[in-house]
């Protein structure tokens, strides 16, 4: 008889390599893979990880997937055709947006908004703010629009009304009288995606929703196709940006949740390791080879934010992890702008050509060029190299096209590339902590990536942050969130009311609703899981403000007192101010309802034999340049032969499969229980 199932597999697809951990629940043994990611079809990259780590599809009992698609997609505007129907006399809510503009200063702009205007088209219907109909809906117009779109080459269908949050009645009739007339299952009421206030928001959300359905639905296809041609019997699950999972055939419905899928990944596999060794305040750091994320855990909580704007005049109104990203990884090229200005980023060698070093034709130097060139990164261990490139030959581009010109020689412009890197980087932890209220000495910093671990101590020095936590496997983190990763739905319900004039048996009614829908979607998607966590939250400001504020919320009973005081607290950590004298505001109420899948054992990510002490661990010596010392001879150490209780102090460098770990002169080292390395910066 033959056993069932025991393998969970967690793959993540990144701009450069597609990451891959398997973990067998029975036995607890750990497979891991690293592969090229394959741009043209990342469903070829997925397989061949899988072929890699040599895993049997049919052994697997689930396979979770974090995707770029939909993000880039976006990102590079390679996007469906959508036609839009709305309201009469608001074809333009999509183009006027906030009457800002893509550039602060000058006298010109431009902005092209997801759907052109000639694909806008108005039908006769209205309801008002409270839910009343003002103008009945026009049947004959919905049709005939439908029709004229989907003659005009539209591939998917967006339905947006006035006020549908508080009334979808007119959008409901609508959606179905457009499907009667449309090819595909690609329509979508704006009102199942987000259904809350201001129209603006609203409505990208739910045009960037329909934009990438048809892309995501056709991918997760073949990749679904793929594996069950390989004897894969289960449902694929996909992370979703708000950090949980959904099951595959449910997720091409509310595909604007998979953006920012990839970072929120490794944001939850942060907060998993955190609980798990004690360490509940972490600001997570991931610097991969196109870009860095960094997010904030407090008390063990990912933030969540519905206020993400993914580009200029394209908000997306969505619950997700709270991740800012900036264009600066592993592959980010320096260069020296007209003014004579080193500049690091925004534009990566990515996967081809890539940094000089991988010997694929790169001639533009890097930071990992100039980490290679400082030491801090062994020549002969470097992954997915296809020629191999002299050291020597790094070091005189990296002279050529930046030294030479700052009038530096090669080893103080590679410093002054990871300087610059570093700096840009530090901006974006200070914009998750410090701009909102958090102070970074209280929390640690989680590093992970496959470039992450090599420049933390510096951040965490300059920000004054006492400690480094670099998990067992950095550079496949977010696939380990994958794993980790819980079934999670969010609902979010538009209230809009001045508290004093709040009721609260109202705000208990809504939120039960919220958890029934939630569970109900638990069950439809058939997955294990071993409980349910309730969340809930409540977005408020101060009346006659524009900005909210999220705010949890400790039960479903809240009282308007408790209301008004847990934002007036956030209020005050946030901005330093209070206002007593106005009416604080309930905008929206959103709940989260989370199926716990079951957990895994971290310890064995870092099984293996392990010599007695340090020095059985230590491979060699080398030359590397640190920003407090200079250079150094640094002992090299291997991370998997590290005795769980080691104990050092720096200089050294650690190498293990995935990355290179840093630790500068005067950093005392530890590992933990479960083989995180703990670093206390000097």
């Not at 450069?16 to 079809?41: E, R």
């Not at 890699?52 to 996007?79: C, F, I, M, S, Y």
Request: aromatic fraction near 4%; hydrophobic fraction near 45%; charge should be negative.
């Amino acid at each position: 008889m033959t056993s069932s199932p025991s393998i969970v597999v967690g793959v993540d697809v990144g701009g450069t390599f597609t990451d891959l951990i398997a973990v067998d629940q029975q036995s607890g043994a750990v497979s891991l893979a690293k592969v090229p990611t394959t741009p043209d079809n990342q469903a070829f990259g997925v397989v061949a990880a899988l072929e890699a780590a040599a895993l049997d599809p049919r052994a697997l009992q689930a396979v979770v997937h974090g995707t770029t698609t939909t993000t880039n997609a976006l990102l590079e505007r390679k996007v469906a055709r959508v036609g839009l129907i709305t309201t009469r006399g608001f074809r333009d809510v999509l183009e006027l947006g906030r009457r800002t503009r893509p550039k602060s200063y000058g006298l010109t702009g431009s902005f092209e908004p997801l759907i052109a205007r000639e694909l806008r088209l108005e039908v006769p219907e209205r309801m008002d703010a409270e839910g009343e109909v003002v103008t009945a809906l026009d049947e004959a117009a919905v049709r005939q629009a439908a029709e004229r779109l989907r003659d005009a080459g539209c591939e998917a269908l967006l339905i947006h009304f006035l006020h549908s949050y508080i009334n979808p009645a007119h959008e409901l009739r609508a959606a179905d009288i457009a499907r009667a007339v449309w090819p595909n299952a690609y329509v979508t009421a704006g009102h199942q995606i987000v259904s809350e206030y201001r129209e603006y928001e609203r409505g990208t959300t739910a045009s960037i929703n329909t934009a990438v359905q048809p892309i995501l639905d056709r991918y997760i296809g073949r990749l679904v196709g793929e594996l069950k041609g390989r004897g894969f019997a289960r449902d694929l699950l996909v992370m979703q940006g708000n950090g949980g999972t959904v099951t595959a055939g449910m997720v091409a419905a509310h595909a604007v949740n998979t953006v920012m899928s990839g970072p929120a990944s490794g944001v939850m596999a942060a907060a998993y390791t955190g609980r798990a060794c004690g360490q509940d305040n972490l600001i997570t750091y991931d610097m991969g080879g196109t870009s860095t994320d960094v997010g904030l855990i407090k008390d063990g909580v990912p933030q969540v934010s519905s206020e993400l704007d993914l580009e200029y005049g394209m908000p997306i109104h969505v619950p997700m992890v709270d991740v800012h990203t900036i264009g600066a990884g592993g592959g980010s090229i320096a260069h020296v702008d007209p003014s004579g200005m080193l500049r690091v980023g925004p534009h990566s060698a990515g996967a081809r050509p890539g940094p000089i070093c991988y010997g694929r034709g790169g001639e533009q130097p890097t930071i990992t060029d100039a980490n290679l060139a400082l030491g801090r990164l062994n020549p002969d261990h470097l992954l997915s190299v296809d020629t191999p490139v002299s050291l020597d030959h790094v070091r005189a581009r990296i002279a050529a096209e930046v030294g030479d010109k700052l009038g530096l020689d090669w080893a103080a412009a590679a410093a002054a590339i990871l300087r610059v890197a570093n700096d840009r980087m530090a901006g974006a932890i200070r914009l998750v902590s410090l701009a909102r209220g958090y102070d970074p000495r209280d929390f640690a910093l989680f590093a992970f990536g496959g470039a992450g671990p090599l420049h933390a101590v510096p951040l965490a020095r300059e920000l004054a942050i006492p400690k480094v936590l670099v998990p067992a496997r950095p550079g496949i983190t977010n696939a380990l969130g994958c794993v980790v990763a819980d079934l999670r739905h969010d609902h979010v319900r538009t209230v809009n009311t001045p508290l004093p004039a709040l009721d609260e048996g109202r705000v208990r009614a809504i939120l039960e609703a919220q958890i029934t829908e939630g569970e109900a979607t638990l069950r439809q998607e058939g997955v294990a899981i071993e409980g349910i966590t309730r969340l809930h939250f409540a977005d408020m400001q101060f009346q006659g403000q524009s900005h909210m504020l999220t705010v949890p919320l400790p039960h479903i009973d809240v009282s308007v007192p408790e209301l008004r005081a847990a934002f007036e607290a956030a209020y005050w950590r946030r901005f330093g101010v209070e206002l007593p004298e106005i009416r604080a505001v309930l905008v929206n109420l959103h709940s989260a309802v989370i199926g716990r899948r079951p957990s895994i054992d971290l310890a064995a990510l870092m099984r293996g034999e392990k010599a007695r002490d340090v020095a059985g661990a230590t491979v060699g010596t080398r030359q590397v340049w640190f920003e407090q010392g200079g250079w150094h001879d640094t002992p090299i150490l291997s991370r998997d032969r590290l005795p769980l209780d080691a104990r050092f102090e720096g200089p050294a460098i650690i190498e293990q499969l995935d990355t290179t770990i840093v630790v500068e002169p005067g950093n005392k080292v530890l590992l933990d229980p479960l083989g995180n390395l703990v670093l206390e910066v000097a």
